[in-house]
T-cell receptor, first 118, second 118 residues
Framework: AQTVTQSQPEMSVQEAETVTLSCTYDTSESDYYLFWYKQPPSRQMILVIRQEAYKQQNATENRFSVNFQKAAKSFSLKISDSQLGDAAMYFCAYRSARRETSGSRLTFGEGTQLTVNP | ETGVTQTPRHLVMGMTNKKSLKCEQHLGHNAMYWYKQSAKKPLELMFVYNFKEQTENNSVPSRFSPECPNSSHLFLHLHTLQPEDSALYLC?????????????????FGNGTRLTVT
């Protein structure tokens, strides 16, 4: 079974600075997808960024980018120019690429609470 | 408008009560999910439905009973719950593999129902 580990329960960053959130995962599969979701106080989980394991290029979405190290099974999220609205719980998630008859099961980490200080 | 709507937003119930959680998605997705989010724990997948058919039950106790009358609606019927069932219950939808979705198709979440069992 796949597992996802986020070793930082809490992180803080100054507004306009850069912060990196860590995520590692364990899998025996070679093809899979990785995601970062954020959950603000509104409780809705919002997709931040996603990465296909077969792609070597790191995904980027505006101020958000990832450092995907497949051999190390590491998938960190970098937030540049942090804004107050970035404050939220961030979850790393894994999904197998095996074609299944069931829906697409996501395995989540425990989350990292990010505080942005003005 | 999130695209996935959950009601009620908050629910307090006694251990002998029967209540239902409702989820509705307006995104044309074919897969729907129930997740349980407890404090200090990763999100736990409970049930998966594809085209109204249950395709995954993640060893959930029978006091939780899901119902999916069509691809847009999902219910979670609750009866004789325990205090440890108190949690945030999140509904999500996606374009699953059977509907032509790709593995990197993200899950879209609702705002959740905060359940307290007294």
């Amino acid at each position: 079974a796949q597992t996802v580990t986020q070793s930082q329960p809490e992180m803080s960053v100054q507004e306009a600075e850069t912060v990196t959130l860590s995520c590692t995962y364990d899998t025996s599969e070679s093809d899979y997808y990785l995601f970062w979701y954020k959950q603000p106080p509104s409780r809705q989980m919002i997709l931040v960024i996603r990465q296909e394991a077969y792609k070597q290029q790191n995904a980027t979405e505006n101020r958000f980018s990832v450092n995907f190290q497949k051999a190390a099974k590491s998938f960190s999220l970098k937030i540049s120019d942090s804004q107050l609205g970035d404050a939220a719980m961030y979850f790393c998630a894994y999904r197998s690429a095996r074609r299944e008859t069931s829906g697409s099961r996501l395995t989540f980490g425990e989350g990292t609470q990010l505080t942005v200080n003005p | 408008e999130t695209g996935v709507t959950q009601t009620p937003r908050h629910l307090v119930m006694g251990m002998t009560n029967k209540k239902s959680l409702k989820c509705e998605q307006h995104l044309g997705h074919n897969a729907m999910y129930w997740y349980k989010q407890s404090a200090k724990k990763p999100l736990e997948l409970m049930f998966v439905y594809n085209f109204k058919e249950q395709t995954e039950n993640n060893s959930v106790p029978s006091r939780f009973s899901p119902e999916c009358p069509n691809s847009s609606h999902l219910f979670l019927h609750l009866h004789t719950l325990q205090p440890e069932d108190s949690a945030l219950y999140l509904c999500a939808s996606s374009q699953g593999p059977m509907g032509g979705g790709r593995g990197n198709s993200p899950l879209h979440f609702g705002n959740g129902t905060r359940l307290t069992v007294t």
